[in-house]
């Protein structure tokens, strides 16, 4: 079996350990990545080089923000039959691993790895990008925008804390709302809060948005929330750490499988996995349906 590791450094010495046992009975190769798409080290573009250079498995060693990165390398390249991705979780938040049943600690990820168990998930894809765990606009695209500029500040929190402290800071100062309209298998067109599309239960690290999601059913779950007063906002902000917003009026869910427009009047940030994105302001969302082996438990 031939296994590229794609590493967020610095490279830890029990992930290293593992490596190195994988190794003698493996073709086994890590790359540490670089910041910058461009980068020829950047992980998309390793996901990309191993991918053409015939690697049965990619191994992602971060968090949700480096699997999104190499997932679009991967999904832009055909994929081999006998191909797999798996995941070391080594991030703050690790959404998708959670979902996956992948647990931080090292040895029993390798554990899941050396298993070779597989299972088929769906892929999203908005506009020209692809996603894996999430994809959502409006308030939580702001706080997660937020959110990473505490964590690069406060490198201590945990990315938790530090997705909650932006939230309560962007409740206290103004909660935005945009008209938007959505078309497709869902129609509607409204002032919302926030939207959310997840493939997974989870985001943000400790937010159910969807609680009931599921990875591999060909269908992804849409949580929008109408305006809310502060004191709300901070109710359902908790509520939805244990997934039980949905008892919120100005709370709804919906499920689809088709491929939804969104149009809003002017561009705004978004994010992908936790990855925020430069404004827009029309959005396609397309699913993918079981188009991506990974090792699970």
Not at 18 to 29: G, Q, R, S, T
Not at 63 to 85: R, S
Not at 126 to 146: E, P, R, T
Request: hydrophobic share 40%; glycine share 6%; proline share 4%.
């Amino acid at each position: 079996m031939r296994y590229k590791f794609i590493i967020k450094p610095p490279l830890k010495k029990e992930l290293e350990g593992e490596i190195l046992n994988l190794k003698k009975e493996n073709e086994v190769e890590f790359e540490l990545t670089e910041r910058g798409e461009d980068s020829q080290k950047s992980a998309k573009n390793l996901a990309k080089k191993a991918i053409k250079e015939g690697f049965e498995r990619i191994i992602v060693a971060g968090g949700d923000g480096l699997l999104n990165q190499v997932i679009n390398g991967i999904m832009e390249e055909k994929i081999p039959e006998n191909f797999a991705v798996g995941l070391v979780p080594t991030g703050s938040g690790n959404n998708f691993a959670k979902a996956l049943g992948i647990p931080k600690d090292i040895k029993k990820a390798f554990e899941i790895i050396k298993s070779e168990k597989r299972t088929l998930v769906d892929v999203g894809k908005v506009n020209q990008k692809y996603f894996i765990n999430c994809f959502s606009l409006g308030f939580d695209a702001k706080i997660n925008d937020l959110a990473n500029k505490i964590k690069e500040k406060y490198s201590f929190l945990p990315r938790e804390l530090s997705y909650f402290f932006a939230a309560l800071k962007e409740i206290i100062f103004q909660i935005p709302s945009y008209e938007i309209e959505i078309s497709g298998e869902i129609n509607f067109k409204e002032k919302l809060v926030l939207v959310a599309i997840t493939n997974s239960q989870s985001y943000g690290g400790i937010f159910k948005i969807n609680p009931g999601a599921s990875i591999s059913d060909g269908k992804f779950n849409l949580c929008k929330i109408s305006p809310v007063s502060k004191l709300k906002a901070i109710y359902t902000l908790f509520l939805a750490t244990q997934g039980k917003h949905l008892k919120i009026p100005e709370v709804k869910t919906f499920l689809f499988s088709q491929p939804l427009n969104i149009y809003l009047k002017e561009p705004i940030i978004w994010e992908i996995d936790g990855e925020v994105q430069k404004p827009e302001k029309e959005f396609k969302v397309e699913i993918l349906k079981n188009s991506l082996k990974f090792l699970t438990r």
